[in-house]
Nanobody, 114 residues
């Protein structure tokens, strides 16, 4: 059973930065892909960024130029560096990993507000 645990969320002012991490119970390079999704109140969960096993990356238009997804082989985490945060980035951010089956973390709340 794969376990994913997100960390790094919190309250940040507009224009600020946060770094989210997703710790996996298995080698992150084993997954077909891993990704970050987010869900704001009243809205559907949406893609933020995904990274494939081979390293290919896809960003949502809203994340391009501001967010960077990466993998840390030492810590065995998938990270999301978020810069120039906006109030509309406020959401619960979820880590997802796929290996035949889809696995989700429980999420970490990011609030962008002055």
């Amino acid at each position: 059973q794969v376990q994913l645990v997100e960390s790094g969320g919190g309250l940040v002012q507009p224009g600020g930065s946060l770094r989210l991490s997703c710790a996996a119970s298995q080698n992150i390079f084993m997954f077909e892909f891993m990704g970050w999704f987010r869900q704001a109140p009243g809205l559907q969960r949406e893609l933020v960024a995904i990274i494939a096993r081979g390293g290919s990356i896809v960003y949502a238009d809203s994340a391009k130029g501001r967010f960077t997804i990466s993998r840390d082989s030492v810590e065995n985490t998938m990270d999301l560096q978020m810069n120039s945060l906006r109030p509309e980035d406020t959401a619960v951010y979820y880590c997802r990993a796929d290996l035949g089956t889809t696995y989700w973390g429980k999420g970490t709340l990011v609030t962008v507000s002055s």
